[in-house]
């Protein structure tokens, strides 16, 4: 019996396992690049909000300062969503009758809470901690990007480990001194790598073997 | 179980032999089969082929779903914030809150902890006098039962769902009624009442109804501790007791330091305190206890002497008449336990007589008066009164024998003489002794009101139900075990339509709409402005004024100098007059008026009236021939108010280490004459009662006595603690006579040739014939310090390693146990439960090795089974020894345990795959594995209780004890924030913050004046299983001993490996 395959098919037979191989990887890639995508990630997505409540106007242009209505940033993990009380402060003297701000009005009237929609959802098993990294200089466009000029607030980052760690590894690459972690507008300067360093001293920053220990953030 | 192998084993043994189970001494092969096939379920499918197959199909099949399964989104999350945000409230940092869990009416003070308004966990008030800090278990599990989804929800009436408003009215309607009869027809039947705003309450009402009955009852109190006081004493009042103080402790069967008991976590403290030996100061006191069954205080006893229970007041008799020197009939009458009893009067009596004002004899709750009267007159003798314990006026408000009081309502019942019944808790229809029939009379009462935590057996049989708050849900106030007036505040409202006692009760009066907050602040503001009590604060000055008074009180939990008053307002109630008692012994005492001192502004101080010289002795014991049958409540679900409790199931009982069920425990020489082995269902026929029980063999248990359990076979508690059908008989109170309510004789049993599975915890986790636990004498360890390093295995040099060498610059975390103070109540490992969100893992999976608890309590025994005066107990909590050079570690194939730069083991959820290979190379066996989806995610209800500071693990992830990591964190970011370092204390891990002894300490080892690091320098300290070179951060300091040389002569040999 004659050979099935002439000899000059063997080259198919050997591309075509280079080629499985290749389209594996290949698969691999795409769903690596899937997983670390803003689809999965969520990042730069908008984020439908109850009420449009716009931080590029109060923060970017009436200049309130975050810790007005974030007022556990500084002594707690979590940086406080602010009490329907809040906006009254000052929807109760401007802007009354505003039909955008009816949600406002009928929460407080009523006591029922507004359901605020989360926008940076770490999972469940991942402790962060606000108050400690305000404390170290890490500002808050660090991680959330320019709020003051975010009509509708959405991830600036994707809050993927590599991130975190990005900053835990080199802390000196993005710490700022403390008095401008509120500032929206902070860019680094050109010496970022000598004051990171030093202020990584002057602020006692953990080691990198602290910072990156597992139960620092997992627990 | 083979009883020759045993004591073949036993006399063969060279030196000391330790064990932790009669299977595991009898060496048996099918028990070393247990031993090494650590997860026996498994490993059988791999030999059967067919079961092979499918099980690599499945493993592929879910293989290939887990990576799909992996790739669910995350669901977008709402944060709902406060519409007026309370001020002192900061998302994300609890608040916490003096209040207290009352028991038996007695309160328990605890702080609560609390985030955004949910109570998560349950500590001790480290202010108040009874806890200092600690908490026992029954107490932290607490904290679930508010959360519990078998509540009683809504108020009904004959099934029906009515609103609170319909209550009201048919009260009104009923009382009307009564109005004409002067209350002739009313009842209130109640817990025991230390509360005074209540039992201003109550008095209030019996002024209004004055021929109405306020009865008492309680399954578990102690009557005879309340009569024999009044005998001595000639008058209710409270013993205090301070160990702290004492040398040598008699105990007559006075389970102190048991796990639930009434004062036991101060008791333990101040115990503990007296043997807390460091090599520079030697001192340690001694304990002596006769009992029958065996207690976790007989455990840490030096000396225990096992009589039947009702040989106790005899030996209590001989040795009072030696001590007091009085020549009665008794000191001609042999001593109970035969030769052994003699040596023990005349060793006993000269060591107490020794150590006079530093001595303690402590009658057992369950023992009758005349044994705590005899007490009382050795500790006058002694000269302890006013030094090793101190009367009080009685904190009960009423003090009567309870199970008279019981009876008469039952009498009453059956006479058709009570139109209403008001029953606020305790669920008498479950509870009550047989003979009463209080069940089965309830139908004869023309209308019931019950007020209970959950719709049980005597709600089921009542009109009206009206859930009762939880403890964390309302405003109360309750007397300490030593008197000390304890607040109680809601931390919550209530979760359902539930209504206090106060409520409840309050429709009775003239004014039903008064809410419970008035209620007890009008009365403790009235206390404050009448001037009745001098109320001082801490540190000693008066209040400026009420408001400020009241706010104080309610932060501190307790009103502090208060132990020794008298409550003011004390009312005299209507005593429930003994009219129609029924003819038991017990009736005779049965109900005093209140000791309610004439003028209140004088109240009654502890200082002590002599002791009636000579005790009326109990009536003679019936001597029905057969076995002696013992009650005890259960130690951790009680007289069964706990059954609906998960976590109070699951946590092994102390000595059994029994889980989610009860047994009778019967001695090995009994269970060999009857042929019965463990788990095997006996018939047990007592006064004309049967109920059925499996058996347990207890080494120590005297040849002559079965002990009982109540709580068990329960019909109606909830879906926890409802047992399997079989189970049903297995109900202690069954058996229980009101005129021998904690032992008897004539008790027949018969096996019954069914078997019954008792899931036990004893031999999970055994570190196989390496005996982790080491003990010697006071005396030893005095000549030779070094003693310890000497009995484990031989420690190589730190170099022998192939491990890199670490140097921990900053915070190097460590623990240290100490076992000569530890009692093995197990109060560790509920607080670990709560604070570490431990999932409870059911009966059928704790047979199978897969308890989730993250501290375990070991217990390891050693003597001869058949002297039980030579068994001795010790304890060893084994946490996650987070070693140095952890063989865990390098197992991981995914990383998932990995070291932190502080040196802690950590396990890292979201990594692990689950291969277990982390495990199966822990030579400690600390590390358990979720087999199942064993955390509860359905239950709603249980959301609130988690703690949100820890992740609630899911199936297939491994997880261990984290020296709670979480508060490590907290400590150390809030210490960064204010630039400074970690104080030696600042972290305390839910375990050490528990212990009612403090025998667990937390630090830092690089801190040479940390607490743990002065405890690891003593001598005692040793690391279980150096000689593995794990290095282990986790140390124990070695038991000690203090025996009498009379009963134990020096050459016994008493030190262990």
């Known amino acids: 019996m004659s050979q099935l395959f002439h000899r000059n098919t063997n080259i198919y037979s050997r591309l075509s396992i280079v080629a499985i191989l290749a389209f594996l990887g290949f698969l691999g890639w795409v769903v690596a690049m899937l997983y670390m995508s803003g689809y999965h990630t969520g990042q730069a997505d908008f984020v439908e909000q109850p009420i449009q409540f716009s931080h590029a106007h109060h923060v970017g242009g009436m200049g309130i300062d975050c810790r007005y209505c974030h007022t556990s940033v500084e002594d707690s993990s979590f940086a406080n969503i602010p009490p329907t009380k809040t906006c009254m402060n000052c929807h109760s003297q401007i802007w009354t009758n505003a039909p955008i701000l009816e949600p406002v009005r009928a929460s407080f009237r009523d006591g029922t809470p507004l359901r605020w929609t989360r926008v940076h959802d770490l999972p469940d098993f991942v402790y962060f901690n606000h108050g400690i990294h305000v404390r170290k200089g890490v500002g808050c466009a660090t991680c959330h990007g320019r709020v003051d000029q975010m009509p509708l607030v959405y991830q600036n980052a994707n809050l993927m480990m590599s991130w975190c760690l990005d900053c835990h590894r080199n802390p000196e690459k993005y710490v700022r001194p403390r008095e401008e972690v509120f500032n929206m507008a902070y860019e680094r300067p050109a010496d970022q790598p000598n004051l990171g360093a030093d202020l990584v001293k002057e602020y006692k920053i953990g080691t990198v073997d602290q910072l990156t220990s597992c139960s620092t953030c997992h627990r | ?1057």
């Open chain 2, 1 to 1057: 179980m083979d009883f020759a192998a045993i004591r073949s084993r036993l006399a063969g043994a060279e030196g000391r032999l330790y064990w932790r189970s009669l299977a595991e001494l009898s060496d048996s092969l099918e028990f070393r089969e247990y031993l090494h096939r650590e997860f026996p379920e498994q490993a059988s499918e791999w030999n059967d082929p067919k079961g092979r197959r499918s099980f690599l199909k499945l493993m592929s099949a879910s293989l290939a779903l887990a990576g799909v399964g992996a790739c669910t989104r995350q669901p977008p999350e709402d944060i709902v914030p406060y519409v007026r945000q309370p001020e002192e409230i900061v998302p994300g940092r609890p608040l916490f809150f003096a209040s207290a869990i009352p028991m038996s009416g007695i309160a328990k003070p605890v702080l609560v902890e609390s985030h955004m308004g949910r109570p998560t966990k349950i500590e001790g008030n480290p202010e108040h006098p009874a806890s200092a800090g600690a908490a026992d278990a029954v107490t932290q599990a607490a904290v679930l039962g508010l959360y519990d989804p078998d509540r009683a929800q809504t108020v009904t009436y004959r099934g029906e769902v009515r609103p609170w408003s319909a209550f009201m009215g048919a009260m009104q309607s009923a009382t009307s009624g009564q109005k004409g009869s002067k209350g002739a027809g009313l009842r209130i039947l109640t817990e025991p009442v230390t509360s005074p705003s209540m039992a201003e309450l109550l008095a209030t009402i019996l002024q209004d109804y004055p021929a109405a009955r306020w009865h008492q009852f309680d399954a578990i109190g102690s009557d005879g501790a309340r009569n024999g006081i009044k005998q001595a004493h000639g008058s209710a009042a409270n013993a205090v007791y301070h160990f702290d103080k004492a040398d040598v402790i008699l105990s007559l069967e006075a389970d102190f330091l048991s796990p639930s008991g009434i004062g036991s976590v101060r008791y333990t403290k101040d115990f503990a305190d007296r043997r807390r030996v460091t090599d520079e100061n030697k001192h340690m006191n001694r304990l002596y206890i006769v009992e029958s069954s065996p207690t976790l205080t007989g455990a840490k006893a030096e000396h225990r002497l096992a009589i039947k229970s009702s040989e106790i007041e005899g030996f209590a008799r001989r040795l009072a008449s030696t001590i007091t020197g009085q020549s009665s009939s008794a000191a001609s009458t042999p001593a109970p336990g035969g030769q052994l009893g003699e040596k023990w009067v005349a060793a006993v009596a000269k060591d107490l007589q020794e150590h006079r004002g530093r001595s303690l004899v402590i009658a057992g709750d369950y023992q009758p008066a005349a044994v705590h009267a005899l007490a009382h007159a050795m500790n006058q003798a002694l000269g302890n009164i006013d030094a090793t314990v101190t009367y009080g006026p009685a904190i009960e408000a009423q003090t009567v024998d309870q199970h008279a009081s019981l009876a008469e309502l039952s009498n009453a019942m059956e006479a058709g003489q009570v139109q209403l019944l008001l029953i606020l808790g305790n669920n008498p229809a479950f509870t009550a002794p047989a003979d009463l029939k209080f069940a089965e009379r309830l139908a004869k009462v023309g209308l019931i009101v019950y007020h209970g935590l959950y719709h049980d057996e005597t709600a089921d049989l009542a009109h009206w139900n009206v859930p009762q708050t939880h403890p964390l849900e309302a405003w109360g106030d309750a007397r300490a075990y030593d008197g000390t007036v304890t607040l109680m505040q809601p931390l919550t409202e209530p979760l359902y339509d539930a209504h206090s006692a106060y409520e409840v009760l309050t429709t009775l009066t003239t004014q039903p709409m008064r809410k419970t907050t008035e209620i007890v602040k009008d009365y403790w503001m009235r206390a404050f402005g009448a001037g009745v009590w001098t109320i001082r604060n801490a540190q000693g000055e008066t209040f400026n004024n009420a408001e400020a008074f009241w706010r104080q009180a309610v932060h501190d939990g307790f009103i502090s100098g208060t132990a020794a008053l008298a409550t003011p307002f004390a009312p005299a109630p209507k005593p429930g007059a003994a009219a129609g008692a029924p003819g038991t012994a017990a009736a005779a005492t049965t109900t005093d008026t209140a000791q309610a001192p004439s003028d209140p502004s004088t109240p009654a101080t502890g200082s002590a009236q002599p002791p009636a010289p000579t005790p009326t002795p109990s009536p003679a014991p019936q001597t029905a021939g057969g076995l002696e049958l013992i009650f005890r409540p259960d130690p951790h679900v009680l007289d069964g108010r706990f059954a609906n409790n998960g976590w109070l199931q699951e946590a092994p009982k102390p000595l059994t280490k029994l889980t989610w069920d009860t047994a009778a425990w019967i001695s090995p020489r009994l269970a060999e004459t009857r042929g019965l082995d463990r788990g095997d269902v006996i018939e047990l026929r007592y006064r004309g009662l049967t109920a059925r029980m499996p058996v347990f063999i207890v080494p120590g248990q005297p040849d002559e006595s079965v002990t009982i359990f109540f709580g068990y076979g329960r019909r109606m508690s909830g879906r926890v603690g409802n047992p399997p059908e079989e189970a049903r008989a297995f109900n202690a109170f069954l058996l229980r006579t009101s005129d021998a309510p904690w032992f008897g004789s004539g008790l027949e049993i018969s096996k019954t040739g069914e078997r019954y599975l008792l899931a036990t915890t004893q031999d999970h986790h055994a570190m196989e014939g390496r005996y982790p636990a080491r003990v010697a004498t006071i005396a030893e360890y005095e000549k030779e310090p070094e003693i310890f390093k000497h009995m484990g295995g031989h420690v190589p040099p730190r170099t022998l390693t192939l491990l890199p060498e670490v140097d921990y610059k900053g915070y190097k975390w460590g623990m240290a146990i100490d076992l000569a103070s530890c009692t093995g109540c197990g109060a560790c490992v509920v607080a670990c439960v709560a604070e570490n969100n431990i999932p409870v893992v059911g009966k059928e999976q704790v047979d199978r090795n897969r308890e989730m608890h993250w501290i375990r309590v070991d217990h390891y025994f050693t003597g001869d089974i058949d002297r039980p005066e030579s068994l001795q107990a010790i304890h060893q909590p084994v946490p996650c020894q987070q070693c140095e050079n952890a063989p865990c570690e390098v197992v991981c194939p995914v990383a998932a345990t990995t070291h932190s730069s502080e040196g802690l083991n950590d396990m890292v959820y979201n990594r692990c795959v689950g291969t277990r290979y982390c495990s199966n190379n822990c030579p400690y066996k600390v590390r358990r594995f979720n087999f199942l989806l064993y955390s509860d995610w359905y239950t709603e209800s249980y959301y609130s209780q988690r703690n949100p500071d820890v992740t609630v693990r899911s199936r297939g992830v491994m997880e261990k004890c984290t020296y709670c990591v979480q508060r490590i964190n907290t400590a150390r970011i809030d210490a960064k924030k204010e630039d400074r370092a970690i104080r030696d204390g600042e972290i305390v891990t839910a375990c050490e913050a528990t212990c009612p002894a403090d025998a667990i300490v937390f630090g830092n080892l690089n801190d040479p004046d940390s607490r743990v690091s002065k405890l690891k320098a003593q001598h005692r300290n040793y690391g279980v299983l150096e000689d593995l070179n794990t290095r282990p951060r986790t140390t124990y300091l070695a038991s000690l001993r203090n025996p009498n040389l009379e009963l134990e002569p020096a050459g016994e040999r008493t030190t262990g490996h």
